[in-house]
Every structure is written in C-alpha cells, then in structure tokens.
C-alpha cells in the first residue's frame, strides 16, 4: 500500500491514477532503486478532458542534472502506455525536501547502502538551527561514523565512514 503525502496527493479520478500510475514507475537516474515517487518528486498528474496528461516534478534541487532525464523518461513511459499528448512541467515552489521522500524510498535507500535522510527537512526562514548528532552506517547500523566529505556522490549526498565496520557510504542529507 502506498503512502498518500499532503504535499503530493495521489489523483482522486482513476484514470488521473492510472497515469500517475505508469509516471510512478520511472527511476532516478542516479538511485536507480528509488522511483520518482518514492524519491517525491512526481508532484502531481492531471488528466484533461481532451486526454492529455499534465505532469508535474519537482527537482531535489534547482538545476539538478537528473530532472532532464527524468522528464524525458515521464515522457516516455506515458507515451508507451498509450497516451498521445503528455506535458512534463517542472515546479520549483514549494521547494522539495527530504520530507516528501516515502518512509518505503528511505528503506530501498538503506538496503541500496545510502543512508537514508533522518529527521525532518529544517522549516524555512528564521528560528533555531537543528544540529545532526549522528549518522547510522546502513550496513551495520552503528552510530560511530565520520563525515569524510560534505558532498558525495551526488549533490544530495554526504560521503561518511563507518569507525566499526570500516565501511563507506553516502548519507542523503535532510534538505
């Protein structure tokens, strides 16, 4: 069963559904074990009364080199499935954040061996500023780890170590 989010709602009429549906299958380019949907940013689909299907993604981050393939894969599995005339926008407000990542996008992270995002996206604007105490290894589940480098793989990520099992990972940081 699937998570519904307040920030992306999952289409009341079922033919809207059944092409989230098929947008819901592409994968992120770069974590190929999480779908768009798990990773939150296939922000809404809407289905006109002519057919045509109006998608909506939101990047992880203005300028992220992953939407363009993204966009062209939504594109592409909507066409495939038989619809004709399909839009990708990209929205950049509200800006994503690791909360609209779903709690099964997290687990796939872990097993993937990338540490999912802990805690909650800090709100935007003024007040306290939340300090990150630790981050679990996701092979050993240890909270003896360092921080190597503030970026990893990917923008997204943080490149840490593990002190007990010795192993690296990347941790996809709380944005």
Not at 96 to 109: H, I, R
Not at 147 to 158: H, I, Q, V
Request: with cysteine.
């Amino acid at each position: 069963m699937r998570e519904a989010s307040v920030a992306r709602p999952l289409p009341d009429d079922p033919a809207a559904r059944r092409a989230w549906d098929v947008a819901a299958t592409v994968t992120d380019p770069e974590i190929p074990v999480l779908t768009i949907e798990d990773l939150g940013v296939l922000r809404s689909v809407d289905l006109g009364d002519d057919g045509a299907v109006r998608v909506q993604l939101t990047p992880t981050y203005s300028g992220c080199p992953a939407m363009e393939a993204m966009r062209d894969d939504v594109l592409l599995a909507l066409t495939h499935a038989g619809y004709a005339d399909v839009r990708v926008d990209l929205v950049l407000a509200p800006a994503w954040t690791t909360d609209w990542m779903s709690e099964a996008g997290k687990q796939k992270l872990r097993r993937y061996g990338i540490q999912a995002p802990t805690g909650n996206a800090p709100a935007r604007g003024s007040g306290p500023v939340r300090l990150q105490l630790a981050v679990k290894c996701p092979r050993c589940d240890s909270l003896n780890t360092r921080e190597l480098a503030r970026f990893g793989s990917t923008s997204c990520k943080a490149l840490y170590e593990c002190r007990d099992c010795l192993e690296p990972f990347d941790y996809f940081k709380v944005l």
